[in-house]
């Protein structure tokens, strides 16, 4: 009698059994992101990395940060996330080098957003030295501070390894973001850039269940 009842049931059970297995396999391999061919160690393998390749000069990079920005405040501990930016050409390496700069002066969040500004709003390119001086001087560094550390080996060094890092991950196009060195998201016909971000907190689940299961 008990039996019969439960096979009452079964219908509703396998049903919802269904959906949240739907729910579960949102985002596919190959249709919203891809497996890198050559995984790469992440800077701390206790933690989910993910990593934003951007460029100042993309205006769907521009777009993505309206969700960036909220986003990443309500990451977890268990989440690291930081951005690389892109070096295809001159151009491209001169605002890494901006950006590099910025982050070693320890004022990487405010130089972000003001680039972001002064390029995508104002239409002013930041590629000349003095150009680039200014924009410093706008932020509270002295033009002596500015040409001591844009010149150090250490901002020359992180340029040349965000451009290693886009070779190993073999990038061809911004905003693209890389998560746990394994997965790689941008933009497709299924996902626009405005849910870049979903698939993105979809893998840093998939990574989070694998790190708890791992020795």
């Not at 919802?16 to 992101?33: D, T």
Request: net charge positive; charged share 25%; aromatic share 14%.
């Amino acid at each position: 009698m008990v039996f019969i009842k439960l096979l009452k049931y079964l219908p509703k059970v396998l049903l919802i059994f269904f959906l949240s297995c739907l729910q579960a396999e949102e985002f596919y391999s190959g249709k919203h992101y891809e497996l890198l061919k050559n995984p790469t160690a992440t800077r701390d393998p206790r933690r989910v990395e993910v990593v934003e390749v951007f460029w100042f000069g993309c205006n769907h990079c521009f777009f993505l940060e309206t969700y960036i920005q909220p986003w990443k405040k309500n990451l977890p501990k268990d989440v690291d996330f930081w951005k690389s930016h892109a070096t295809w050409n001159p151009t491209l390496k001169i605002h890494a080098k901006l950006f590099y700069t910025a982050k070693a002066l320890g004022i990487i969040d405010e130089a972000t957003s003001s680039a972001f500004n002064v390029i995508q709003r104002e239409k002013r390119f930041l590629t000349g030295n003095s150009e680039i001086e200014y924009f410093f001087k706008g932020l509270g560094i002295t033009g002596e501070k500015f040409q001591s550390v844009s010149s150090s080996f250490g901002v020359d060094n992180a340029v040349r390894q965000a451009d290693l890092r886009m070779r190993q991950w073999a990038i061809s196009g911004v905003p693209t973001l890389i998560v746990n060195g394994k997965y790689k998201v941008s933009a497709t016909r299924e996902i626009g850039t405005d849910r870049i971000l979903e698939v993105v907190d979809f893998l840093i689940e998939k990574e989070r269940r694998f790190l708890l299961n791992s020795p």
